[in-house]
Nanobody, 121 residues
């Protein structure tokens, strides 16, 4: 069992920083990958960035070096940071976690609630 609780988002000014966090809770399990997806108005959900338990990262092409994904030392919380947010970053941002129970080999996938991020003056 994994529950993802997201925080951050809301109304963000253009050019300002954006920082999202996603905290995972559960027991007797291992989280292999945590990442961020987003879905803009009239668009399909797309991968933004992902990070594995050993720190390997994967970024979407549109990031262009502006986004940073990171995890805390306990690997229970994942962060997404944008130094200078643009209007096209307006979207619903979803946290995602791929995980397994220690007793099983079955892969599970859990999604966060997906708070809205609106970039506007």
């Amino acid at each position: 069992q994994v529950q993802l609780v997201e925080s951050g988002g809301g109304l963000v000014q253009p050019g300002g920083p954006l920082r999202l966090s996603c905290a995972a809770s559960g027991s007797i399990l291992r989280i292999n990958v945590m990442g961020w997806y987003r879905q803009g108005p009239g668009k399909e959900r797309e991968l933004v960035a992902a990070i594995t338990s050993n720190g390997r990262t994967n970024y979407a092409d549109f990031v262009k070096g502006r986004f940073t994904i990171s995890r805390d030392n306990a690997n229970t919380t994942v962060y997404l940071h944008i130094n200078s947010v643009k209007p096209e970053e307006t979207a619903v941002y979803y946290c995602n976690a791929d995980w397994i129970y220690l007793e099983r080999s079955t892969l599970y996938d859990t999604w966060g609630q997906g708070p809205q991020v609106t970039v506007s003056s």
